[in-house]
């Protein structure tokens, strides 16, 4: 197995994760057994074509996953738990590499990055019995991994990308804003190398939502908005992490940490008020 991401989610009282596989046909889903006090790989993993990204996400209580296929050809699949294995429920034609789920004023969407369609995000609403086309974001070169955030009553949309512009290479992150019915253009940052973003939206002081953006060619930087008071996202901090290839958040307590893994390290940084 070649994992390139993993994501937890929970059925019942169940504690199970699934990894993105790259090499082989099936991403394994772990469950976490009380008893042996271990996760067990289970034998219901949902099939997969060189997967780098995929999301557990809920429709009406009901468990479900969404698995982008990079492979040529290869659909970007929704799977649903049936109470007692995942069930292909829906194929939508687009080979992709991420995938993110997220909802906006009570709707679910579902944006495909990285597609074999051109440099376009394409965003899908469900409409109570699929996900259908609902927006295409053009972001000019091609996009990397997406993010969905928000801050009080302001959401937010947020696309890595990279390329080259009459032969000269960009690197930029586009930040989208709800207006109501649609993503709009906001604000454009420029990144180096960026391939990898993640955010977290935090009650810590303020509602605030915070954005890591982690550059190949430069310490990885946090942005961060305040809602109901911010015009842009503005510049928090580098942070002093050689070769990070990844980052997250997570709350414990009353505290936001950051947890950010390089070539030999995992580091954890803890948020303070300012």
Sequence with gaps: MNARNWAPFKIGNDQY????NYIGETCPIFRYDRNEDKFKNQSMGVECKETVDLKP????????????????????????WNGKRFTKRQEINITATYV???????????????SNQGPYVFL????????????????GVRPYEIAALDAGQDEFF??????????????ILLLMKWNGNEFVSFQNITSYGARR??????????????????????????YYWVGGSSSQFEK???IDAKSARDVCFFEMGQNVYMLMASRKHIEIFRGEKV
């Design 17 to 20: 994760f699934v990894v993105a």
């Design 57 to 80: 996400f809920k429709l009406n209580g009901v468990q479900h996953i969404v698995v982008a296929n990079h492979e040529d050809g290869q659909p970007v699949v929704v799977w649903m």
């Design 100 to 114: 993110e789920v997220f909802d906006v004023n009570g709707n679910t969407f579902l944006a495909i990055s990285g």
């Design 124 to 139: 899908h609403k469900w409409n109570g019995k699929k996900f259908s086309l609902s927006q295409r974001l053009f972001t």
């Design 158 to 171: 947020c696309i890595a990308t990279m390329g080259t512009v009459q032969g000269v290479r960009t690197s």
């Design 197 to 222: 973003i993640t955010a977290i939206s935090s009650l810590m002081g303020k509602q605030t939502a915070y954005l890591a953006v982690i550059n190949y060619f430069k310490k990885p930087e946090i």
């Design 236 to 238: 928090l901090q580098e």
